[in-house]
């Protein structure tokens, strides 16, 4: 069984910074896709940002590409989530996922990921 765990939310100011963790066990990582979605109250998860465990090849939501930066540690078996400029519209529950298929050129589909974190709040004031 493939466990996530994610930890580094918490409550910020507009233009703060905070990163994201999720440590990740079960099972070698090189062939999976893993990332984020994030979902506020009452609205449908979201994709937030992506990776190619093995080749690195990244993949980002438009709304927050340039200020989000998505990344592993191979020795650690640990995803980051890396947000700058955070405003309130970045408020929301974040989650870790992964999935056992390589998505080239990324998956923004929720049901395309087979594994997922419990997830961790990030309150963004203004």
């Known amino acids: 069984q493939v466990q996530l765990v994610e930890s580094g939310g918490g409550l910020v100011q507009t233009g703060d910074s905070l990163r994201l963790s999720c440590a990740a066990s079960?099972?070698?990582?090189?062939?999976?896709?893993m990332g984020w979605f994030r979902q506020c109250p009452g609205t449908e998860r979201e994709f937030v940002a992506a990776l190619n465990w093995s080749g690195g090849s990244t993949y980002y939501a438009d709304s927050v590409k340039g200020r989000f930066t998505i990344s592993r540690e191979n020795a650690k078996n640990t995803l980051y989530l890396q947000m700058n400029s955070l405003n309130p519209e970045d408020t929301a529950v974040y989650y870790c996922v992964a999935s056992p298929v390589r998505y080239y050129g990324g998956n923004y589909s929720p049901r395309a990921y087979r594994y997922w974190g419990q997830g961790t709040q990030v309150t963004v004031s203004s």
């Open positions: 079960g099972r070698t990582f090189s062939s999976y896709t």
